[in-house]
């Protein structure tokens, strides 16, 4: 589909969404998390579009900045220049960064190197990362069944994560 880059930022964002790479939707659109994924993320996060759609407020930086693609099971991941050529230096430009939500295994190896190693692992973890680092399941409507085997994410992770999003955006 071609390069069409859809990332959200301004240095004075104070969360930052470390994502996968946009799908098909979002490529389409130039939105990022405009598709069902958005909607259960805003609702994990406990937050309104506007303040979502905010860059002053949110910073949305997937690994890989345009839609790589169909695979079999889904899109495909990430690709692989993407990340090692822009990310650091668009990292360093969000120096006001509180809390980095890292959603799916590409930008949990990126973000938390010292990670257990799967997306379950990593997640069921999170206390490890607590208070500035957050990893996230994809909220893909594909990973409904990771969440009806894991209910412990909704119960003990997602109130949490809503208290500090909050408590970060409004100070």
């Not at 996968?20 to 069902?36: L, M, S």
């Not at 190197?113 to 399941?137: I, N, Q």
């Amino acid at each position: 589909m071609g390069p069409r880059p859809v990332v959200q930022a301004a240095s004075s964002a104070r969360v930052l969404i470390a994502g996968q790479a946009p799908g098909r939707r979002v490529h389409e659109t130039g939105i990022p998390f405009n598709d069902a994924s958005g909607n259960r993320l805003r609702k994990w996060l406990g937050m309104d579009e506007a303040t979502f759609y905010d860059p002053a407020q949110v910073a949305i930086l997937p690994m890989g900045f345009c839609y790589p693609g169909k695979g079999r099971s889904g899109d495909l991941p990430p690709k692989p220049e993407c990340a090692p050529l822009w990310r650091q230096s668009l990292l360093d430009q969000l120096p006001n960064i509180q809390l980095t939500l890292v959603i799916g295994q590409y930008a949990q190896a990126w973000h938390l190197p010292d990670r257990p190693g799967s997306v379950t692992a990593t997640v069921r973890g999170w206390r490890t990362w607590w208070p500035y680092h957050v990893p996230l399941p994809h909220p893909s409507p594909r990973n409904q069944g990771w969440l009806q085997r894991h209910p412990w994410f909704e119960q003990e992770l997602l109130p949490d994560l809503r208290e500090r999003v909050h408590t970060v955006l409004h100070p």
